[in-house]
Every structure is written in C-alpha cells, then in structure tokens.
C-alpha cells in the first residue's frame, strides 16, 4: 500500500510563496506519474499540476500555470509544488496523488480514478 504525506501548507499573504512537498517511503512510487489536486471550501476538488514519472513532462491547471511549478525530487521519493503569487482564491486543501497508468494531460479528468491519495495539507492566503 502507498502512502503519501503532505507537508508545508500554512498561513501567507496575498502575493507571497508556500512550497508544499509529498512524501512517500515506498521507492516504487518514483515509477508513478504524481500531481496536486484542491478542494476549496464548498467547492468541488479540482486538478492543479501532475509529472510524469522521468520528471519530464509536467501539466497544469490554466489557473495556477506561471505561478506554481511542480517537480520531482526522485532521490527523497518526492514531489514538491512551489506556488508563488497566491491569492485568495488559491486557499484550499491540498492533495497529493499518485498513479502508476496515466499521463499528466489527462489528470483533470481522471481524479476518480487515480489510485492513491494523501490526506490534504491547508494552504491560507489572506486577503
């Protein structure tokens, strides 16, 4: 079974930078194509970013590309979104996710089908 960890969610103004990072014990794991997903208050989880396995092909949501940045750390079985520029509507839980079949472009329209999950990590922006 995978487990996956998030962690460096918190508290931060409008324009400033968080970096989340998602962890796993499982070296398997760096064979899997891993992404962001995020759920605002009262709203639907909805997709942020996901990379492939080899760290070269990465896929983002329109709203967050040129702000967020998602990369692999194969080394620590890591992967971490740098997500500058926030703004109040980027306040959600965050979750990690991991799967072993499917590309990154065609995240957005597969959550349900992915096949492991963190348990989300809260980023903040005030206003």
């Known amino acids: 079974q995978v487990q996956l960890v998030e962690s460096g969610g918190g508290l931060v103004q409008t324009g400033g930078s968080l970096r989340l990072s998602c962890a796993t014990s499982?070296?398997?794991?760096?064979?899997?194509?891993m992404g962001w997903f995020r759920q605002a208050p009262g709203k639907e989880r909805e997709f942020v970013a996901a990379i492939s396995w080899s760290g070269f092909n990465a896929f983002y949501a329109d709203s967050v590309k040129g702000r967020f940045v998602i990369a692999r750390e194969i080394a620590r079985n890591t992967v971490t979104l740098q997500m500058n520029s926030l703004q109040p509507e980027d306040t959600a839980v965050y979750y990690c996710a991991a799967d072993s079949g499917r590309r990154p472009s065609i995240w957005p329209d597969s959550m349900s089908a992915l096949e492991y999950w963190g348990k989300g990590s809260l980023v903040t922006v005030s206003s």
């Open positions: 499982q070296p398997a794991v760096n064979n899997y194509g």
